[in-house]
Structures are given as structure tokens and as C-alpha cells.
């Protein structure tokens, strides 16, 4: 109990330290930074719900993202950037990542796990395919990408942040209630083991869809998100190195932390941002993904659990001992 | 109908070469139980490193040998390295191969570059001929016998070897088969070598097939590898054998339309099949309800 009360006023502080953190930096490279974590962080929790609550691996997890980015990029260009517009492009955003998500799920999670890595790495590429091609060039401006306006009181640096950063917010409570609901239970035994919630009587593909669902509306919805941050959307969003990306930001905040990815996104965003600031005098740090997945390969080999993993096992095993060594001295 | 003939050679051959990349990523899986996501990195290395050979040394045979043994000796080290502690670990494998396959993709940029490398093919196989109103190139034809060939040969190896009916074994029941005696272990290693091998084997042919190589083409070739095993039914030597001709032969016709739409329809055609038969044509069952 003092533990969860302890754990809610970080959070709070943290919330309140990104809520005044714009008046105090003078810089705008710092809030430039920040605006891309806040929807990547989403897009992240977002992830882990798939990953680390449910277990299974989608390597196309930025068909989603892209979905998203596109609907409000496409939907902002069409209707003059009006705040109806913007409105309409994220309700599309939700309704096409539901019916998208209902497909692949149809499709891949029938069958054993292994199939949908492999799947949703598959159809994520017909969407890269398409956001690119020449005869959707009207509608997407084909591989050049889409330069987008929002409306007139989501066009100051300020609002751009503190609209992100109330996106965060919100979907980490949700998805933090959902993850806790008895839904989220399920799929966490689910993940711990199979075979016998199956036997209880729990339907895997039910639930697994449902978590995909969950997973792929964030998702779409931080695509929105991004799209309006960077005022700019083009086939990079659908591409595999964004799931990829995204995949990273989850394993090294923490798979089944939640809030792992949020730290996760900080830290690969930060670096990427660095590294490309310091390819100018170190120019072999222009091929920095091999150091990402060099990174990758540690984490997963040596630190599964992520860094929030890490600090949650650690801090399980010294109130075990205490909570043991009291218990032991009240018997004496 | 010259041009429909055309495309079908085109289609048959790519099928040839998509299958021996799909080949290996099957009998790792029906072994090991490992969707190997470095497999189109392994096959990159194959097609770098005959392409860099062949340019440097014009011996055809030695770049094509040293495609095929660096990568299976690559997959040697994954399997070793890697692999083998985290082998109950489902996800943790997948993780892992996607990690190493990121990072052969951007090795091959170090010395080659983002861009193409063009890749010649050998002049005592730089011939074509017109057969009535159909186009034959001899290349194609190379390709074509080298895939009927590594087919019959991994049937007679999984068929009628001892180490065949051990892996066959491996794949129904791996703990009898260690009970039995017989090192598992070692002939995880062995597979996984065969696979590598073959993927590397594949990319050597690839550079010389597409004229040149590129870092991307080991990701768009795996998911070509993904496409058919899945089609096939992953596990299945025979359904990749059927899927790579099919989905070689759909990538054809629609590339010869539309050009950069043959995934699209690729996934149509695993889409469908799946529906209809949610394991893939050979594969067996294990639909979850």
C-alpha cells in the first residue's frame, strides 16, 4: 500500500515537472525533443500492452502509427486544417486501426504465435508499399511526404506541447487501467501460461484480439499525435525501422512495466537526437543503428526485464528480505 | 502468349531462388522451433560477399563457395552465441535474431554503402535464347536447375540419411530423441549451419540474378521467405517448395503490371490462404481455438 502511494507521487511529480518544464527552459530544442517522446511514449505503452502483457511479438506494430499519422495528415490537408478536420482525422484514425486490427488478428492469431511476427511484419509492408505509391499521389503526395497546418490554437510551440504531453497523460491512464482490469489479468495469465487459462476456459483468441485492439488504436492515436508535433508525415512511420524503433523503446524501459516505455522512448529519442547532433565530427556515428542493434541484442540477452524491469525485481527482493527478517525477529 | 511465357520462366525461376531462402528458414523452424528473423541478413552477407569476390577475383565457383561458408559459418556463431541459452524463450528468440539482423544490415553499409553494387553475371552463363516467341536466359535456368537440385538433395538428406531421420525425429519428439543418446544439441547446430548456409547460398546467386545487390534486399527477400513458408505451412519442406513457385510465380506477372505492388498482392495470396487454411497448405494442425 505504501509502496503504490509512494510509486503515485513520483508519477504526479513527474507530470508536474513536464507540465512547468516549458517556462523554465529557455531553449526550444529541449521542447522540440520532448513533443516526440510524449506520442512515441504512448505509441511504446501502447506496444508493451501486445509484448508484455499479453506476450506475443508484432514486428509491424508502425502500420498503426503510420494509419494514424496519415489520417489526421490527410484529413488536415483536405479540410483547410480546421479543428473539425483535425476532430475527423483521429476518429479515422481510430475506426481504420479497429478494423485493421480485427483483420490481422483474423488472420494470424488463429494460428501459434511464431506466424504473427511474421505477419504483421508482412502486411506492415503493403502499408509502406501503398503510403508510397504513385497512384495514391493526390491523397498521400506518394514518397515525398505530406507538410501539414493545424489549426490556428495548436500552432505555438506551447500548445503543440501541452497537447502532447495531455495525450500522455491520458492514454497512460487508460492504458494503465486496462492493463489492471480484469481483462489485463487475463492476458497476463495468458502469458504466463497458456495452456492452462485455456483449460479454465478463457478464449486465447478472444483475448488476445482484444489486446491487439487496445494496442492498435493507442497506437494510431499517437500516430495522430506525432503527425501534428512534427507538422510533417511521410513513408517513414509505416517503415520497419520505426517497429523496430518502437520495439527497442519497450524492451529497454521494461517489457510488462508500462510505463517502461515512456522512459524507453526518452532514452532512444535523446541518443538519436545526440548521435545525429555528433555524426558531424564523428561521422561513424551516422550508422548508429548498428549500435541500436548491438543494444538490442544486450538488452534481451542480459537485461530482459528492461531497466524499470531491473529496479522492480531489485525492489521485490529487498522487501522480501525485510518483510522476512521482521517476520523472524517478531517469532523470536 | 510469348509474354505470358516469358513471365512464367521469370516466375519459375524466382521461385527457385526464393526457395532456397525459404528452405533453410523452414527446416530451422521445424527443428528448432526458431522463426530465424536474421535470415535475410545472412543472405545479404552471402550476396555482399560473392558479389565483393566475383568483382575482385572473376572465379565464379570460389565467390559462390565463400558466400554459402561464411554465412553458415555466421549462423554457426548465432546459434552458439545466442541461440542455444535462450531456447525455451519463444520471444526472446525472435528479439534476438531481429537484433542481429539489424545489425549484419548495417554492417554490410559500412565498407558498401547505402547505395546499389552492381553484380556481373559470369560470361559462361551470360547467354539467352529465343525459343519460338519465348525468351530463355540461361541464368534463369542456372537458378532453376540449382533449386531442383538443393530440393532433391535436402529430400535424400532428410529421407534416406541416418542424420535426416534424426532431425526428423528432433522435430516430433526432441526429448526421446536426447534420451535416446544422441546429441540434440549438435544437430541443432547442424541445422541451423544448413540453414545459414543456404540462405547464404542464395544470396550469392541473387547478385548476379537481380544484376546488382542493395542492404535492403535482405529484408525484402525475407519477407518474401516469411510470405511462402507461411503459405506453405512453416515446417513444411515440400509446402515451401510449392509456395516459393507460387508466390515466385504471382511476383512476376503482377511486377510485370504493376511494379512495386508484388508484396501487395503476395500478402492477398497468404491472406487467403490463411483464411481458408489458417496452418498453410502442408502445414499440420495447430489452430489455437
Partial sequence: MKGRLVKRIGLLLIVLLLVVFPHMSGGSGNLSLLEQVFPF????????????????VSFGHAMFFGLGAYAVS??????????????????ISLGASLVLSILVAML??????????????AVGQTLFVLAGSQSLRDVTNAGDGLTILTPDWLTSDASIYYFALAFLVVSAVVLARFVKSPVGQVLKGMRENESRMQAIGFSLFRFKTMAFLVSGVFAALAGGVYAVVQMFVSTDVFSVSTSLNVLLMTIIGGVGTLYGGVLGAFIILFAQTEFGNLAGTYPFLNHYMIIFGLLYIVVVKFMPRGILGYFYTRRGRTTWKKSFATSNKSTM | ?????????NGIANGALYFLLAAGLTLIFGLMRVVN????????????????????THNFLLSILMGVVVSAVLGLVIEKLLLSNVSHNGNAQILMTMGVMLVLQELVKLPFGQDEVSSDVPAFLNQSWVVGHVVLIQYQIFTIVLGL?????????????????????????PELVLARGIAIKTMFSLVFAIGAGLAGFAGALSGPYFGAVTPDMGMNLQLDAFIIVVVGGIGSLTGSF????????????????????????????????????????????EVTS
Fill in chain 1, 108 to 121: 494470424s492469431l488463429r494460428i501459434r504465435d511464431t506466424y504473427f511476427a511474421m505477419i504483421t511484419l
Fill in chain 2, 242 to 285: 510449392v509456395g516459393s513457385f507460387v508466390i515466385g510465380i504471382v511476383t512476376a506477372f503482377v511486377s510485370y503490371q504493376f511494379p512495386s505492388y508484388a508484396v501487395l498482392v503476395d500478402v492477398g495470396v497468404m491472406a487467403v490462404v490463411l483464411l481458408i487454411r489458417p496452418n498453410g497448405l502442408f502445414g499440420k494442425q
Fill in chain 1, 41 to 56: 511514449a504512448v505509441f511504446a505503452m501502447s506496444y508493451d500492452v501486445l509484448i508484455g502483457f499479453t506476450g506475443i
Fill in chain 1, 74 to 91: 490527410v484529413c488536415l490537408n483536405q479540410g483547410n486544417s480546421t479543428t473539425g478536420s483535425l476532430i475527423l482525422g483521429f476518429a
Fill in chain 2, 1 to 9: 502468349m510469348s509474354v505470358f511465357a516469358t513471365l512464367l520462366m
Fill in chain 2, 149 to 173: 537440385l538443393v530440393f532433391a538433395a535436402l529430400l535424400l538428406l532428410l529421407f534416406k540419411t541416418r542424420v535426416g531421420m534424426v532431425i526428423r525425429a528432433g522435430v516430433v519428439n
Fill in chain 2, 37 to 56: 528473423f536474421a535470415h535475410g541478413g545472412l543472405f545479404l552477407w552471402g550476396a555482399y560477399i560473392s558479389t565483393f569476390l566475383f568483382t575482385s
